[in-house]
């Protein structure tokens, strides 16, 4: 078909040579966006301004593109485009700028393409934008948010909404947090070797916060939320890809490993099952045997921590063939290995829920009143949860009662309240 353009006589491209186009550069966007993104924040200094970039230069792709043919390297191409476009259109704005700052003069020092050395860098690029995401100068808020927005590519709305906050809010967290990085100057870099601990634990704490509120939601209708679960994995692959540290592995395996209970921790009506009461033919084997594999290489190397730890917690679960054959021994074993890496007293609960089991709910039960006695859990919902139960199985029914209605106060999950409803009920 022929079309008049300007003037002149032009040919369209064939229907299904444009529609190749787009589902390349689609393809193109879904499996590198936030590594070019990582490496145009790098070379343009600014988020907005390398976000903006991105997108000039996927728009420019599908045009030049079906005109010229997919590059060889459609990455570089990508990042090349997507700078010399910002570059482009910082110099338009600075006519009107007697002022044009320090980012300009950043652009005209350096008008060299980069992208000779883009294979070398991209990895180094990612790993700067995960670090500078989680930076702790950032409120813990703002870090998970930036980090799903600018590292696993969620838009603001699908945060929002796992996090039941209104866009708008979000959106200015995330705006607060850029604004911070920028008039702070947190350098956009790899920490050095000496300040790599605190950092990396950082990291792994808002990758595990975003795993948690996929495993087990902090409110709303649903148990879990799986595109949050999927996320953090597939955040903890990519930093153990580029930084294979023993407790990046630790991390990345305890998530497998709880994962794989996921399905068989609800009924297909979406109500809460126990883990001695789930059908433990419904875990997930792969991810089982992959977070086990992993768990192994952590421990090997000496140099684990507290994530590698319950990562190993978690193996024992996974080897017993069913709740009985638990080794509540091991377990106990562990948790205190736990306590003596990082004490908490959300530890000494679960700890004290493994002594019940191995020991009789008295045991564990004169655990957690010493645990609440200290204020320390006073307002979390699980550690009245776990009392009431405890509770009810010594057949004190008047303080199962009163525990069980002090966590449906606190709870704000809909399947976890209709859980201590039901227990109620059963209770008279």
Request: proline share 5%; charged share 25%.
């Amino acid at each position: 078909m022929k079309q008049a353009e300007r003037g002149r006589v032009t040919v369209s491209p064939p229907e299904d040579s444009t529609e190749l186009v787009h589902k390349t550069v689609d393809a193109v966007y879904r499996s590198d966006s936030r590594r070019i993104l990582a490496t145009l924040i790098r070379l343009l200094g600014d988020f907005d301004v390398a976000e903006e970039a991105l997108h000039d230069a996927f728009a420019a792709a599908v045009e030049q593109w079906q005109r010229d043919g997919v590059p060889a390297n459609p990455r570089a191409w990508l990042v090349s485009t997507g700078r010399f476009k910002a570059i482009d259109s910082m110099r338009r704005r600075a006519r009107f700028d007697a002022s044009p700052g320090d980012v300009m003069d950043q652009f005209q020092a350096d008008a060299k393409d980069p992208t000779d050395q883009l294979d070398e860098s991209v990895e180094d690029d990612q790993l700067r934008l995960i670090f500078t995401c989680c930076h702790p100068a950032l409120a813990a808020d703002a870090r998970v948010a930036l980090t799903l927005r600018e590292v696993c590519g969620l838009t603001t709305e699908e945060i929002a909404r796992a996090f039941l906050t209104v866009p708008p809010t979000l959106a200015q967290r995330i705006v607060r947090a850029k604004a911070k990085i920028r008039d702070a100057r947190i350098p956009y870099q790899v920490p050095s070797q000496a300040d790599m601990p605190d950092r990396l634990d950082t990291v792994l704490h808002v990758i595990y916060l975003v795993f948690n509120e996929g495993y087990s939601a902090s409110s709303g209708d649903s148990l879990t939320r799986p595109d949050l679960s999927g996320e953090a994995i597939r955040l903890g692959r990519l930093l153990m890809e580029l930084l294979p540290e023993p407790e990046v592995t630790g991390l990345l395996a305890l998530m497998l490993l709880q994962e794989s209970r996921r399905v068989a921790r609800a009924s297909p009506e979406g109500e809460l099952i126990l883990l001695g009461d789930q059908n433990r033919l419904l875990w997930n084997q792969e991810q089982i045997v992959e977070g086990s594999t992993l768990v192994r290489r952590a421990l090997a190397s000496q140099r684990f921590g507290p994530y590698t730890i319950q990562a190993a917690i978690a193996v024992v679960h996974a080897e017993a063939p069913n709740a009985a054959a638990t080794d509540w021994g091991r377990i106990v074993g562990l948790y205190d290995v736990l306590l003596g890496v990082g004490p908490s007293p959300v530890v000494e609960l679960n700890r004290a829920v493994a002594v019940a089991m191995r020991d009789g709910p008295a045991a564990g039960l004169q655990v957690i009143d010493a645990i609440l006695a200290r204020g320390e859990l006073t307002d979390y919902h699980l550690a009245h949860s776990a009392r009431a139960d405890l509770c009810r199985r010594l057949g004190r029914t008047e303080e199962a009662k009163a525990s069980y209605k002090r966590a449906l106060i606190l709870t704000r999950q809909e399947p976890e309240r209709r859980f201590l409803e039901r227990r109620l009920v059963e209770l008279g």
